[in-house]
T-cell receptor
């Protein structure tokens, strides 16, 4: 069953802590993305990666970091420098070939709450 | 910078009605346009993708159209059902196809 998995589903963080959100895909997609969604709003791009060992900042990268050591994995670290980290985080991937070329597919999301 | 707007923000209709959701974008030089559905607390489900060279795409009761020159896309839902209740988001792909800019969505409620 191909798809995108995110873990954990819910995450609680204390002030001053770094936390890492996991995103894994088995769709053999080259590109992967991290978005943030706040209540009643659309999605805002945090970081994206089009190939292994390369990534670019999105519109709201401050306070976040990523790595792309494997094609299947694109973890997101929310650092203590992120002022308002409480949000719903969504990971996506995009294929660059095949029948659904250029279509983005999304994981189920991780809800992060800062206590 | 691309800006995407969806009107209305919320819509409530009786079951069986045909309806249209609107999406507008400021930069007509888009690579593609994608429509998604989001249920509460869930991720996004891709509904339709329209490439910039296409005018429309259809999937079952859904039909999406694209008019680049006017900066508009519409999602037509035929014979709406309570199970169609969700938030619908559109997203414009930039020229390289690598990034999407999202609208804030239209929250649809279909009443039995």
């Amino acid at each position: 069953d191909g798809g995108i998995t995110q873990s954990p589903k819910y995450l609680f963080r204390k002030e001053g802590q770094n936390v890492t959100l996991s995103c894994e895909q088995n769709l053999n997609h080259d590109a992967m993305y991290w978005y943030r969604q706040d209540p009643g709003q659309g999605l805002r791009l945090i970081y994206y990666s089009q190939i292994v060992n390369d990534f670019q900042k999105g519109d709201i990268a401050e306070g976040y970091s990523v790595s792309r050591e494997k094609k299947e994995s694109f973890p997101l670290t929310v650092t203590s420098a992120q002022k308002n980290p409480t949000a719903f985080y969504l990971c996506a991937s995009r294929g660059l070939a095949g029948g659904r070329y250029n279509e983005q597919f999304f994981g189920p999301g991780t809800r992060l709450t800062v206590l | 910078k691309q800006e995407v707007t969806q009107i209305p923000a919320a819509l409530s209709v009786p079951e069986g009605e045909n309806l249209v959701l609107n999406c507008s974008f400021t930069d007509s030089a888009i690579y593609n346009l994608q429509w998604f559905r989001q249920d509460p607390g869930k991720g996004l489900t891709s509904l339709l993708l329209i490439q910039s060279s296409q005018r429309e795409q259809t999937s079952g009761r859904l039909n999406a159209s694209l008019d680049k020159s006017s900066g508009r896309s519409t999602l037509y839902i035929a014979a709406s059902q309570p199970g169609d209740s969700a938030t619908y988001l559109c997203a414009a792909g930039e020229t390289s196809g690598s990034r999407l800019t999202f609208g804030e969505g239209t929250q649809l409620t279909v009443n039995p």
